[in-house]
C-alpha cells in the first residue's frame, strides 16, 4: 500500500454499505432435530484427530483417497436406516438433488450449504442468526435454486430421483430452520486519487 502512495500519488478512504444477505434463524416451531454430544468436531465441522465420538462415527471410515461425495452419498443412506453419521459435514450430489449430512457439527455449519444452494460461491450471503452452539446430526436434502450451480460443474444426469424442496421449504421441513431476507454491512474502499505512473 505504501509503494501505491508513493508511486502513484494513490489515495483512498473505506466506506460501508448495508447489502442484502439471508439470515438463517431457527423456525417459529422450534427445531425438529435434539442435540447431541460430539466434542471432537470442532466449530467449522472438522473432526479432531484421536476423538471418538459416540454420537457419530459409527460408520465404517471413509477410505484413503475415497472422493468426499462418495462418503457423503453412502452416508445419507446409512443415517437414513438409523445408523450414525460420519462426524463433519459432507455434502453430495443426489439425482436432482444436494445432501449435506451432518455429524455432531453445529447449525450454523448450515450458513454454508445454504448459501450453496442460492448462489455461486462468494455471491450469495448467509448469516448466522440462531446464537446456537450445540451440536447436531442431520440430513438435508434440497434442489438447489437455478443458477447456483458453480461454473464448471457437470450437470446432474437424468435419474427418476424426484426433485427435493427447494432450499427454504427443506429448511423448514427437515430441521426446522428458515432463511429470511436481512441486510448488513459491507466495507468496501473509495479511491480518491490516483495519477500516471512518472518516470524514474
Known amino acids: 500500500a505504501a509503494l501505491l502512495e508513493r508511486r502513484f500519488q494513490l489515495k483512498v478512504h473505506e466506506e460501508t454499505e448495508q447489502v442484502p444477505v439471508f439470515g438463517l434463524t431457527i423456525a417459529t416451531g422450534g427445531l425438529k432435530i435434539k442435540p447431541v454430544v460430539a466434542d471432537g468436531v470442532d466449530a467449522n465441522g472438522f473432526v479432531r484427530s484421536g476423538v471418538k465420538n459416540q454420537a457419530c462415527d459409527s460408520l465404517p471410515p471413509v477410505e484413503p483417497g475415497q472422493p468426499t461425495s462418495t462418503a457423503s452419498a453412502r452416508s ?102 428458515t432463511l429470511q431476507p436481512t441486510r448488513a454491512p459491507r466495507e468496501y474502499i473509495v479511491i480518491d486519487s490516483v495519477q500516471r505512473l512518472l518516470p524514474n
Open 76 to 177: 445419507a443412506e446409512e443415517v437414513r436406516r438409523g445408523a450414525k453419521p460420519h462426524c463433519g459435514l459432507f455434502g453430495s450430489q443426489h439425482g436432482p438433488n444436494i445432501v449435506f449430512v451432518g455429524g455432531g457439527v453445529p447449525l450454523s455449519s448450515l450458513a454454508f450449504a445454504a448459501a450453496t444452494a442460492l448462489g455461486p460461491p462468494g455471491r450469495v450471503t448467509v448469516l448466522d442468526q440462531m446464537n446456537n452452539t450445540e451440536r447436531f446430526n442431520f440430513i438435508l436434502e434440497f434442489t438447489p435454486e437455478e443458477g447456483a450451480m458453480r461454473r464448471g460443474a457437470t450437470p446432474p444426469e437424468p435419474s427418476n430421483i424426484p426433485p427435493a424442496p427447494r432450499i427454504f421449504a427443506a429448511l423448514e421441513e427437515q430441521l426446522g430452520l
